[in-house]
C-alpha cells in the first residue's frame, strides 16, 4: 500500500513537472534547418538552440524546464558562446543544457593540427596552422547588444571559421598538454648592468649573456624568458638578439613588459631563467613550438602519443569558451549547464605582455585578474555542474562579477593555466570595489580539481578575490602549482570592505599543493587567505602529503583577521610548520601529525597516527560527499601509488642504496645502481593492482653533477612482472634535465600522460647501458580501473 502510494505520488510529481517541460536536443550530426524538438531532428548548434528559444519565447512564463540535451560528440566553436538575460530561465524554472544520458558532449575551442610532415635530419615533425585557410568568413551576426566582457583580456579577434588562432601558448596531444621547447637547463646573465638604450627611457632593456651559452635562434620574436622569485614566476616576451662583442649578445626584452616585470626584483647578476618557445630548443620528446612568422607548429612525439598523424593534437583557439553575460540592469538568471566537457580554450593576451610577477590570478602589476573560460558575469542562479573543464589556457571556470546565488557543483577541473575555479574581481585597493560587483552567496561544492598552475607555476587550485558569503565545501584539490585554497582582498592597505568577507573553507580535502617548488618556488601553502574577509571560516579540511618545501600548510597571510581557522587536520606532513599563526587570526582546537608556530592555541600533536575521534571524523568526512565518489574513478588520487610498495633492482649500490629508498617518500634518501650493474640499469614496482597512469614524476638524487638518473631512460607499464611486453609510457633523451640542489631539491621530472589502460607494473629502466640510473624519489598517480 506505501510503495503504491509513493509511486502514485512520484508519478503525479513526475507528471506534473513533465506537463510545462520543454526538451530540444542538439547533436555533432544534426542540421540546424531540423525542428530541433525531438531526438531524430536534433540541431547542429548550441547557438541555434539558444536563438530559438528566444525566438519562440519558450523562457518566458515558463511552467517547466526548457532542457537543450546535448548529444555526445565534439561540438567545435568559432566563438566564444554567448548568453544573457534573454535566455534566463522564468518562475523559478530554469534553461537547462544538458549532457543527453550519459553521452560526454565535448566543447572545443580549439582545432586539430592534422598533415604533419617529418622534418628531414629532425626527431620532430611540423604541420601548417594557417589563420585563415579557405575563403570561408565568420558571420558577424552574434546578437545586437552584446559587449565584450573584458576585452582588456580577450583579443576578440575574428577568426577565420577555417583558420588557427594567430597566437596560442599550447598544445593538446591525445590529451596531454606538450611542453613548449626550452633549454634543459638554465641560462644566467653575464654582466651587473642592463642594457640601456639612450634612445629608450626604459632604464632596462634586457640583459647581456654569454654567447655560447645560447643557441642562434632564428626567430627570436618567438622566444620568452621564463625565470623565478620566491613565490612569482616571470614570463616575458624577448624582441631580439643584438651582436654586442665577440663573446656576447644583448636579449633585447619586448617593452613595457620587461620594465614593469622586473619592478620587484630587478634581475641580479647571475639571475638564472629558461628560454621557451625556440626551434633551437626542441629536442626532446613531448616538446613543441610555434613558428608565429610562418604560421608552423613543430612537435616532438613521444612514443606514447603513437603515430602523429592519427594522435588527436589541438590547438587552442577560441578565447572564453562560454559567457553567461548579464549586466547589472538586464540580469541573466537561472541557466544551467549540466554534465558537458569544455576544452582547449586559448588566451592570447601574453603574448606581447609579461606573465607572472603578481601572486596566484592576479595579472599583470597586481591591476587584474586571470579570465576563465567558462564565465559568469552578472547573473543570478546560475549553475554549473557535473561538467569537466580541461586542457585550458586561462582559468576553468570564473564567476566575473555580480553574480549571486551560484552553484559550482561536482565538477572536475583538470589542466588548467591557471586556477581550476576563480571567483570575483580583482582590486588592489578595495575601496574602489563597487558593491554591485561582488560575487554573493556562492556555493563550491564537490569539485576535483586537478592539475593546475600549468605553464604558470603561481596558479592556485580553487581561488577567491572579492566575494560574500562564499562557501567552499568538500572540494578534492590536488596537484596544484601554488596553493591549493587561496583568497586574497586586495592589497594591504587595511581597508575593510562592508560587503566582502564570509569566506567559508569547510570539509574540503587538498593534497600536494605547491608543486611548483618543483620549479623552485618558495613562500606556498596549502590553504591560505590573505586581506580582510571579516567573519571567515576554515573549518574542519584535511590537509595531506604537504611537501618539504611547504612553508605553512594552514596559511593565513597579512590582514587576515576576524578569520576562525579550527577543527582542522594535517596528517603525512613534511611541511615546515602545518598550522601558522600571524596577528590577528585565530588559529586553535587544530590537529596536526607536524610541528606547528607559536601562537596556535589548544593543538593537537599526533604522535604515531593515534589520531583522536574528533580529528578521524573530520579525516572521514572531509573531501567528496558520497554522491560524488564517482568522480574519484575519473582523475590521479592523493596517494603516490609506488610509495612503499614492493619494488627490485636491476643492482644496487650497496644497502644503504637499494630500490626501496626510491620510493621511501624521503627525498634524501636514494636507489643507485651498482657500478658493476651488467646491461641496462632498472628499477621496477608492484602497484598491486592495475592503474591508469595520469602522471609520473621523478627526483633525481641530490647531485647535479651525476647526470645518468636524468637523461636517456624510459618508463615503462606492464602486466608482467618480468616485463616481457610493456609500453614506454614516458622517455628522455639525452639531454639531461635540469636540477637544482643548493637549497631544496627542485625540479623534478614529471610527465603526465593519457591512456585509457590499467597497468600493475611500472619499470625506469636506462637506454644507454653504460647508464648507471639513480633515483631520489620515484612517483606514480592514477586511479584504478573498474
Ligand atoms: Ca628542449
Ligand atoms: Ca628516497
Redesign the pocket.
Known sequence: MKYYFLTLLSLLLVGYACAGDVNLYVSPDGDDANSGNSLEKPFLTIERARDVIRAKKLNVKMSGDVTVYLRGGRYELDDTLYFDDRDSGSNGHSVNYKAYKKEEPIICGGRRVTGWKPVKGKPYFVASVPEQAAVKTKSPVRGNRILPLHPRFYSQQSLSSDGFAPYFAQLYVNGVRAERARTSDIRSSSRKEWWNNPETKAFRDGIYIDKSTIEDYTNPEDIRLLWLELFKTMDTPLEDVIPCDDDEVILKMKQPAFLKGTAWHRIQPNTQFFIINALEELDEPGEWYLDQKKDLVYYYPRTVDGDINEAEVYAPRVECLVKVDGTPMRRARHIKFDGITFQCGNWSDPKEHYLGLSQAEIYRTYTSEFPGQVVVNYADHVTIANCTIRNMGSCGIQLYEGCNNTLIEGNLTYDTTGAGITIGRWWFHLFECPPESICTNTMVRNNVVRNTGRDYWQGTGINIFTAYECKVHHNDISDTAYTGLHARAGGSDGFIHPRIGKIEYKYNKVSRAFAGHKWGIGDGGHIYMHGRYPGSLVMENLSLYANQNVNMEYYPDNDSYQVSWTKNVSRYSKSKYSFYKKAQSTVHHNYSDNRVTRGVSHHTLVKNDEWPEEAQKIMASAGLQPEYKHLERRVYGHKNLAEGRPCKSSSDLDGAHAAK??I?G?????WRASDKNDGPSWFSVDLGSKHVIQRLSMLPRQDQYEVDGRRMLEIQASNDPEFSAYVVLAERKNLPWYHKTTSHPTNMWEQFVNVDKGYRYLRVIATDPAGKLSI??FSAFGYQKE
Open positions: 629508498a626510491a621511501d624521503n627525498w634524501k634518501s636514494f631520489g624519489e
